[in-house]
């Protein structure tokens, strides 16, 4: 398969993304705004293009423990939901994180809480970038804002996930997963052949065995075992931080939001320009880690920040820390899947930042 | 003459008649005296030696008291959530089709929470081996009511005796299996005793073999003992056992291929 253009969903991007990145197994489950990913899958028979193992699971449960299986084989391995079945994997991906297997999961994110709605929604943030699960970790959070970066983050999340044996969350939502675009696939890439060397592959007589586990019982090595971890974390701060800026130059106000709210900020930001108020855009591509020192840099330069998410308010907080008091930095968004618009945004930002 | 009779002077070469598997590791086993594990861990690692096939396969543990398994066999190992077993070894078989892949889970672990996993990979007829230890109770958290708990039975959780008004009936899970087109071989057994455990060893030994055919899931069921758990001697626990899970829980085959 060469480099090739194509008028794609979302969903159907990051699922033919992932063949060619040279995914080996994708377990999921059933769930709008996110079932295309499977139903891409299977109809592409990726058994017959790669040898890429596509299974439909009885349960999120049970898929994300087949991420766990496979995973822990080496393999690269993908699975994909909607917000309430990202919850019902929450027990795998601690127990992912715990042992240190790097895997890939996709929350094309919808109104909550509980069912919730269909819609798109950004209300998942803090199970995102917190842990989600029980105990210490933090997963690789990527956020795409197009079909194009649907696609692109798939081998991204896969290379960050081996080279910190952690699991990669791409955090989309129903609007980046539902809606058309162009977008550049690239060529095929081969799976690859061998395990790393901590896979369970069968013990072979010039290795110990190797032993996938998220559990030991003496507390002392497991406070060992925790700032390992902590450890690990500290450096993707150092090292993982994407972003991007968009009109911050000269801007003295900033917006500040990720995914679908990055979109519709950057209409805001031409309204207001038009309005002569000089606003700019920083959107975070990594949510975890996430570029408080850039934000941070920020508050220097302009008088106000306002986070733009489809949710309660949940990024802001992290801008908050950022900031530390240095410049007001208030929340705008809509929740309970309705898409914030461009005029909203510009009026939130009169009246919360400009005029408050 | 007694004082002849040491370890040094009878283990010798010409004098041995047994020997540890070299698929176990030698790590002492936390397991309680008397308790059924061992010797199941033990005809698990000797099938796996006998069949030369310990670079080819990959267990996976449960949650419960054989959760530390992975510390006693010599082999590749991933522990799973509770209950979770089966969808693991779903995955590594399907990753791995070349190798053997077993899960082993408790009664707790296969037959409450993974309930969904057990039946649902012996419908797809995943090509793996699930050894299923049923002792009736949950052993490792303390001896509370399992989902196999015998009717009137006493727990931790039913300090009454089970009452199947108020807590449900005992679940026979390798029945239901059974009866599932994706399973090829299913049978229930015990290790109680050197005949017992014989029979055991070879039903392990077909279930891989069977492996190899790609015909579906073999399910082996062991009955076993919680002296621990059921307050007993071993010795009491293994008549218990007899007198009161064998009736309910028979030995024997429950589904055998045919072409075998």
């Not at chain 1, 609007?175 to 052949?193: C, D, F, T, Y």
Request: glycine share 8%; charged share 25%.
């Amino acid at each position: 398969m060469e480099k090739e253009l194509r008028l794609m969903k979302g969903n159907e991007a990051i699922a033919e993304a992932a063949i060619r990145a040279g995914t080996d197994g994708y377990f999921g489950y059933p769930i709008t705004p996110q079932s295309e990913v499977l139903e891409y899958l299977m109809a592409e028979k990726p058994h017959e293009r790669t040898g890429m193992v596509v299974l439909q699971a009885e349960s999120e449960v049970a898929a994300i423990n087949m991420v766990y299986g496979g995973a822990g084989c080496g393999k690269k391995i993908m699975t994909s939901s909607s917000s309430p079945g990202i919850s019902l994997k929450q027990e795998g991906i601690t127990y992912i994180a715990g042992a240190e297997l790097p895997c890939l999961i996709l929350n094309v994110v919808r109104g909550g809480p509980g069912l919730g709605t269909i819609q798109p929604a950004q209300s998942d943030y803090f199970q995102a970038t917190k842990g989600g699960g029980h105990g210490d970790y933090h997963l690789i959070v990527l956020a795409p804002s197009s079909v194009q970066e649907m696609a692109d983050f798939v081998e991204l999340a896969y290379d960050l996930a081996f080279k910190y044996r952690n699991p990669a969350m791409i955090l989309s939502d129903g609007a980046i997963g539902q809606m058309m675009e162009k977008v550049w696939l690239k060529p095929q890439k081969e799976r690859s052949k061998e395990a790393p060397a901590w896979a369970t592959t069968g013990k072979t007589p010039d290795r110990e065995r190797n032993i996938i586990t998220s559990l030991d019982l003496d507390s002392n090595k497991q406070e060992q075992f925790n700032i390992k971890l902590q450890d690990k974390y500290r450096e993707m701060k150092e090292k993982e931080v994407r972003y991007e800026e968009f009109q911050c130059d000269d801007a003295e106000y900033l917006l500040v939001a990720y995914g679908t709210s990055a979109r519709v900020c950057q209409k805001a930001i031409q309204l207001a320009r038009e309005e002569g108020i000089k606003a700019g855009l920083l959107r975070p591509i990594t949510l975890f880690p996430f570029p408080t020192k850039e934000i941070r840099r920020m508050a220097d330069q302009v008088k106000g920040m306002l986070s733009v998410e489809m949710s309660a308010g949940q990024m802001v907080e992290d801008v908050r820390l950022a900031v530390n008091g240095k410049v007001p930095v208030e929340h705008f968004g809509r929740m309970g899947g309705i898409v914030t618009n461009a005029e909203e945004v510009v009026e939130s930002l009169k009246t919360k930042i400009i005029g408050g | 003459m007694a004082e002849n009779i040491s370890p040094k002077t009878i283990i010798k070469p010409e004098n041995l008649v047994h020997k540890r598997s070299s698929v176990l590791t030698d790590n002492t086993m936390h397991y309680c005296p008397g308790c059924g594990h061992g010797t199941a861990h033990n005809v698990l690692a000797e099938v796996i030696e006998e069949m030369d096939i310990q670079q080819d396969t990959i267990g996976v543990t449960p949650v419960g008291c054989s959760v530390l398994m992975y510390n006693y066999m010599n082999l590749d190992m991933q522990e799973a959530a509770h209950g979770r077993a089966p969808a693991l070894a779903t995955a590594i078989k399907r990753l791995l089709p070349e190798k053997y892949v077993f899960t082993y889970q408790g009664d707790g672990d296969l037959a409450a929470i993974g309930t969904a996993e057990t039946i649902h990979s012996c419908n797809r007829g995943e090509n793996i081996l699930i050894i299923f230890i049923n002792n009736g109770i949950y052993g490792m958290t303390g001896g509370q009511m399992a989902p196999t708990t015998l009717e009137g039975m006493k727990s931790s959780t039913s300090p009454y005796g089970r009452d199947k008004q108020m807590m449900g009936n005992p679940l026979k899970m390798t029945d239901i299996v059974a009866t599932l087109p994706g399973t090829y071989y299913v049978t229930r057994q015990s290790v109680h005793k050197p005949a017992n455990v014989r029979k055991t060893k070879k039903a392990i030994r077909k279930a891989f073999e069977y492996q190899k055919l790609n015909k579906g899931t073999c399910f082996i069921e062991i009955v076993s003992n919680c002296p621990s758990g059921w307050k007993m001697t071993p010795v009491e626990s293994n008549k218990w056992m007899e007198e009161n899970m064998f009736p309910f829980y028979p030995l024997g085959d429950f589904k055998v291929p045919e072409d075998k």
